[in-house]
T-cell receptor
Framework: SQTIHQWPATLVQPVGSPLSLECTVE??????LYWYRQAAGRGLQLLFY??????ISSEVPQNLSASRPQDRQFILSSKKLLLSDSGFYLC??????????FGQGTRLTVV | RKEVEQDPGPFNVPEGATVAFNCTYS??????FFWYRQDCRKEPKLLMS???SGNEDGRFTAQLNRASQYISLLIRDSKLSDSATYLC?????????FGAGTRLTVKP
């Protein structure tokens, strides 16, 4: 069966520090991969999605970047965090038009 | 215009009530549709897929109207355990968009 791993679960980082969140999927090949951010009490904002290795689509101008170095690995990064980067970050995968499955999320607090 | 718009809520209903959520989408080429449930501080989880013919799962019924570009979720006989945020999802060529979510609170 397919599983998705996302870590860390919780992160507190100072303003200006770098960020790296990792997501990996098991049990499937060539998944579509997604990064979402959810601010407190708000909906999910699509940040990036990827349909293949090295293929990244960015949704909004922001302080973040994404990379897909391997088929089942998706990384969210920042060189210098801002206070506004705080939020709940969710990685997800699906097989195209099928339903998406989420990792357990990373709660990031920038202080 | 947002790609996926959802009833803002919140909905506060007594146990046993019937409640309906609606969601509209802007891209007529959208291919698949879902309702997700999200509990506080947790990841969203699939509640049900939505088909043009309509589909039912116990107390939950989902409908899709492609002509009017909206999807709906009906919950009958609400339970306390139904309290959560409900998110509609529209998938268009690998691009999955979520509505902002509607918060439901079922009270005794």
């Amino acid at each position: 069966s397919q599983t998705i791993h996302q870590w860390p679960a919780t992160l507190v980082q100072p303003v200006g520090s770098p960020l790296s969140l990792e997501c990996t999927v098991e049990g499937t090949s060539n998944p579509n991969l997604y990064w979402y951010r959810q601010a407190a009490g708000r909906g999910l904002q699509l940040l990036f999605y990827s349909v293949g290795i090295g293929q990244i689509s960015s949704e909004v101008p922001q302080n973040l970047s994404a990379s897909r170095p391997q088929d089942r690995q998706f990384i969210l990064s920042s060189k210098k965090l801002l206070l506004s980067d705080s939020g709940f970050y969710l990685c997800a995968w699906n097989g195209g038009t099928t339903e998406a499955f989420f990792g357990q999320g990373t709660r990031l607090t920038v202080v | 215009r947002k790609e996926v718009e959802q009833d803002p809520g919140p909905f506060n209903v007594p146990e046993g009530a019937t409640v309906a959520f609606n969601c509209t989408y802007s891209n007529s080429a959208s291919q698949s549709f879902f309702w997700y449930r999200q509990d506080c501080r947790k990841e969203p989880k699939l509640l049900m897929s939505v088909y043009s013919s309509g589909n039912e799962d116990g107390r939950f019924t989902a409908q899709l109207n492609r002509a009017s570009q909206y999807i709906s979720l009906l919950i009958r006989d609400s339970k306390l355990s139904d309290s959560a945020t409900y998110l509609c999802v529209v998938n268009t060529y690998n691009d999955m968009r979520f509505g902002a979510g509607t918060r439901l609170t079922v009270k005794p």
